[in-house]
Each structure stands twice: as structure tokens, then as C-alpha cells.
């Protein structure tokens, strides 16, 4: 009977050295190493919207390397030699563009509203397609434009391009034909408007983003995302993608 007793106890005692083992063996494994961060996580997130003196210089720079509008009509016979085209005056609306959700599309917020959908298609996980690859901008830096943009804010005007302020009150809901031609007899050879985002900045206000809607006829028209990068105490273009053409 008691060398049956030992018996059990011995096998009991084998039982669980292998169950501590097994325990110890799968503690001691190692961990595996942290991946290396992708280009686009290695961008600085935001922390913030853009002052005014910011945004005013961010502007600057992306109308002064943007939108010349559309060709010029070829020069009649009897017409002035033309001299090198250099950037055409353009309109700037007097309030940033919101990205809006569907629910509140009201009448009244429509001028505001950027194009229904590129939000989504701003911040999604990788933003690429045929016209553009931000897959180097870091989701989370997409995401804080989207977020920090729900709403119109008063755009200040940039200095450098000649530009003209223009209400966002008085954009029809549609562009039709009547409407170009109205704008381009009140506002003969200006290359359209532009309607724009507040930036976001970095948190080390190294790079900014920026989107802009460019309009200057019925088949005339794009959206574009910007980033910017600042040194030597300027913001310069580092490089924009363009997500839609009309």
C-alpha cells in the first residue's frame, strides 16, 4: 500500500516539474523585435492647426507654385507680341473649406464643403491611385486634416501672387456654364479661384498639410493635397498629389 502511495506521489511530482518547465521554456522565449516604423510613420504627426501667419505663408507658397488657370486663347494676327506668361491673378474664397459629413449637408453649409467623399479618401489607410501616392504622408497626419477641418474658418490672404478675396457665400450649389461665363467677364484673365483647408502643422512645425480645391471653368478643376516642409525660416512645396480632375 505505501509503495503504491509513493508510486503516485512521484508520478504527481513529475507532472508538475514538466507543467513548471513547459512554463519557464515558454517565458524564456524571446520577443520578437519591433518592426522598423514605415517612411510614412516616420513624418512627424500634428498637434495642431496652423496660426494665421502660418497659413498665410503656407498659401504663399502653394499659390505661387499652382494653378495657372486655363491656356490663354492663341493671340489674334494684329495682337501684341506676349512676353513670358507668368502666374495670372486668382481668386482666393474669404473662408476655408470644411470637410462635411453627409448628415449636414444643409443648403446653407454647401458653399463650405469640400468634395463629398474625399475625406475618406484622405485618411484612408493607404492613399494611392493612378493620379497620386501619399502613401509617404502618415495616416494619422491625414486624419488630423480631416479632423481639424470640420468646420470654415476666416482665411487670411497670402501676400507674393496677385489675389482677390471672393465670398464663399456667393458660390451656386453647381458650376454651370452661365456661371463661368459671368465669373470670367467680372474677373477677365484670372486663373479661377481657390478654395483651401486650414494646414495642419507638425509637431516639430517641420511639415505641414494642406488641401485646396482649384476651380476655373466646367472642365476645368482639381483637388489637390499638399505637403510642406520649413527651413531656413521659409515654407517650401515638398511635394502634392493630385486626387481629382475635372
Known amino acids: 500500500m505505501h509503495g503504491k502511495r509513493i508510486a503516485l506521489y512521484c508520478g504527481l ?4 516539474a514538466a507543467v513548471g518547465l513547459s512554463i519557464s521554456i515558454q517565458r524564456a522565449e524571446p520577443v520578437p523585435a519591433s518592426r522598423s516604423p514605415t517612411r510614412a510613420e516616420r ?10 501667419p ?13 494653378y495657372p488657370g486655363p491656356p490663354l486663347p492663341p493671340p489674334m494676327p494684329r495682337d501684341p507680341p506676349r512676353g513670358p506668361e507668368s502666374l495670372r491673378p486668382i481668386l482666393l474664397m474669404d473662408r476655408s473649406i470644411a470637410f462635411c459629413a453627409p448628415s449636414a449637408k444643409a443648403e446653407s453649409l454647401e458653399p463650405d464643403c469640400a468634395v463629398e467623399g474625399i475625406d475618406a479618401e484622405i485618411a484612408s489607410s493607404r492613399l494611392t491611385s493612378g493620379r497620386a501616392d501619399a502613401s509617404g504622408i502618415a495616416r494619422s497626419f491625414r486624419a488630423a486634416l480631416i479632423d481639424a477641418n470640420r468646420r470654415a474658418y ?36 484670372t486663373a479661377g479661384f481657390v478654395h483651401a483647408t486650414r494646414a495642419v502643422v507638425s509637431h516639430d512645425a517641420g ?10 471653368g466646367g472642365l476645368c478643376g482639381s483637388g489637390d493635397l499638399h505637403l510642406l516642409h520649413f527651413g531656413d525660416g521659409q515654407w517650401r512645396l515638398e511635394s ?4 481629382w480632375i475635372s
Open 154 to 189: 476666416p482665411q487670411p490672404v497670402p501676400g507674393g501672387r496677385p489675389t482677390i478675396t471672393m465670398s464663399t457665400d456667393s458660390l451656386p450649389r453647381t458650376f454651370q456654364m452661365d456661371f463661368w461665363r459671368g465669373f470670367h467677364d467680372r474677373y477677365p484673365g
Open 240 to 243: 502634392s498629389y493630385r486626387l
Open 54 to 66: 502660418e497659413q498665410r505663408d503656407i498659401l504663399r507658397t502653394v499659390l505661387s507654385n499652382r
Open 13 to 16: 511530482l513529475a507532472i508538475a
Open 43 to 52: 513624418v512627424a504627426t500634428p498637434a495642431r492647426l496652423a496660426t494665421e
Open 207 to 216: 511639415r505641414a498639410l494642406i488641401y485646396t480645391e482649384h476651380h476655373c
